[in-house]
């Protein structure tokens, strides 16, 4: 049994699952954002690598506890040995904060249009990121949001919270659906790095999954990231960029290279089919060998055009545990 690596972590993030005694557990964390909406999960640390695992009865993967580390087995076989990291709020090191969680978008992949999901109030979120800050491990804010009437009404929203999160004197990262003016608002307002998610660089695709109310456009969101590299600077700019929603390797690489020579940092994210969406989209987790595939090429792409993933600071990339990370993992 050794530590994870590369290899070992592209393997559990294939399968994305573990089943756990939950009475062994102190740290979970429940997703109040897209397709992994009010689905609890852990991250597991081992070999410099970080893994967030759903937990699942049904997994493959089971994890047990062994003196105080933690084992993760396949087929009853030991796969890999490692630490349960502290939660914050919702990933280790950040207050990862979701402002509403409702939208008027019906993007299949996701669970939130489902929900008859909260929005938060300005007080909340300080207070989160307040009891966050006590653990002495708060290094950074990230705040996304649904989109519950619009998206010009939730950038206000994120803007307010940003201006009072900004005396934490910690990096404060937006993921939202950008207006025509939030990228300069945004910045004026302290925030370090933005991401705007362009879900998938296949228009066919786009098309048939996130097809929703008038104005979800993948072209505007492309210029929106263009304006933001304007604004924010490389290396601050990145958008999530799915898997398994039948893609083409050839696709994703056109996509991220295009994505790349903007300036922009795609973030490959495996594809999770969320329990509300069953029946509504076909789409295939990717397997371990397409990932580090996939993983290699972003790598070879980023280092062409000049990127780096590890001055990133908020967010996913600094996070690593859904993803195969260039450079992090790879």
Do not use: W
Not at 217 to 227: A, G, N, W, Y
């Amino acid at each position: 049994m050794t530590e994870l690596n590369a290899e070992l972590k592209a393997e559990l993030v294939a399968i994305g699952s573990v089943d756990v005694d939950e009475a062994l557990l102190s740290r979970i964390s429940t997703s109040s954002a897209g397709p992994g909406t009010g689905l609890k999960s852990i991250f597991f640390t081992s070999g410099g690598h970080r893994v967030r695992l759903e937990i699942k009865k049904d997994s493959p993967l089971k994890m047990v506890k062994e003196n105080s580390d933690f084992v993760i087995l396949k087929e009853n076989k030991k796969l890999v040995r490692g630490e349960l990291e502290q939660i914050l709020a919702h990933c280790p090191g950040q207050a990862y904060i979701t402002l509403s969680e409702r939208c008027i978008y019906d993007c299949k992949f996701c669970s939130v249009p489902k929900l008859p999901g909260k929005i938060k109030t300005l007080e909340e979120v300080v207070a989160m990121v307040e009891t966050a800050r006590k653990t002495g491990g708060l290094k950074a804010i990230a705040l996304t949001s649904g989109i519950a009437q619009s998206p010009e009404d939730e950038i206000d929203r994120v803007i307010e919270a940003v201006k009072a999160l900004k005396k934490y004197n910690v990096p404060i990262g937006v993921s939202v659906h950008p207006t025509k003016d939030s990228s300069q608002r945004l910045k004026e307002a302290g925030v370090a790095e933005v991401k705007y998610n362009v879900e998938t660089m296949d228009r066919a695709i786009f098309e048939r999954v996130c097809k929703g109310r008038k104005g979800l456009s993948l072209d505007f969101i492309v210029e929106s990231l263009r304006d933001a590299v304007r604004v924010f600077g490389k290396n601050r700019v990145f958008s999530n960029f799915i898997i398994g929603l039948g893609e083409t390797d050839d696709c994703v690489r056109e996509g991220v290279e295009y994505l790349a020579t903007m300036g922009v940092i795609p973030i490959l994210r495996p594809i999770t089919i969320p329990p509300l969406r069953k029946g509504e989209i076909t789409a295939t987790r990717p397997t371990a060998e397409r990932l580090l595939k996939l993983a290699k090429m972003t790598r070879e792409l980023l280092a062409k055009y000049g990127l780096r993933v590890d001055v990133s600071q908020t967010m996913c990339l600094p996070c690593t545990g859904c993803d195969m990370t260039p450079y992090r993992d790879i």
